[in-house]
Every structure is written in structure tokens, then in C-alpha cells.
């Protein structure tokens, strides 16, 4: 296994086992999310994971909504069942590097609400 590989499955564990009542809530305006890099996951209560992704500012990927929320409601989800579990990640030198994490942890645990998963190189 990888260094990257290692660390990507240490994200996935805090992601996929973090207490659910510790997961951010979902409301209008995603302020309570922390302008830094990382992967973030949409978890159901019960269902677990439901989309994985990465982004350069958690704080604004989700003002202008997020797919996965109108499949949880499509799905006919509670609100209070669906949370928000973040990664906050250093700015690393490695440019591609938040990219290659997001990879190796779709690829894990293929996600139902994530559309492509990126195919090992």
C-alpha cells in the first residue's frame, strides 16, 4: 500500500465511522463550513455513505446547492437524516494530490449518488 493509499483510507475511516451526531447539519446557508481545502462526504443515519467529493473551499461548494441533496429528497430522505462529514486538508505542493485522494476513495467505496468514478491508472 501507497503512502497516499494509507492515507486515503485513514480519511475514508473518519469519514464513513465519524458519529453521525457530529456531522454537520445541512441548512440554507453552509456558513458553519470551514473556508479550506478537503473531501467532504453526504452520509445518511442509517444508509451510510451516499456521495464523496473534494473541494478547494468547503465553505463555498455547497451555496449554490449539491446534487446529492435533491437525490436524498428524490429518495424521499429526512432532512435530519442527511449530514455533511468534512476532511479538512492541508494546501499541499502536489498539485493533482486532493484529485488522486478523491480517486482512491471513490474507486473504495463506489458511492450511490457519485456518477463517475475514475478508473485506476
Known amino acids: 500500500m501507497t ?10 475511516n473518519r469519514l464513513a465511522f465519524k458519529d ?19 473531501i467532504y462526504a453526504i452520509r445518511h443515519r442509517t444508509d451510510g455513505l451516499l456521495y464523496l467529493g473534494k ?8 451555496n449554490g446547492g449539491h446534487k446529492s441533496f435533491t437525490w436524498a429528497w428524490l429518495d424521499l430522505y429526512q432532512p435530519n437524516d442527511v449530514r455533511i462529514a468534512i476532511e479538512r486538508l492541508d494546501r499541499w505542493g502536489k498539485p493533482g494530490l486532493l ?17 463517475k468514478i475514475p478508473m485506476e491508472n
Open 55 to 62: 473541494t478547494n473551499d468547503l465553505s463555498t461548494r455547497f
Open 3 to 12: 503512502d497516499l493509499q494509507q492515507q486515503a483510507q485513514e480519511i475514508l
Open 99 to 115: 484529485l488522486e485522494l478523491e480517486a482512491i476513495l471513490l474507486r473504495a467505496t463506489e458511492p450511490p449518488y457519485n456518477v
Open 20 to 38: 453521525f451526531e457530529l456531522c454537520l447539519e445541512i441548512n440554507r446557508t453552509f456558513n458553519h463550513l470551514p473556508r479550506a481545502p478537503g
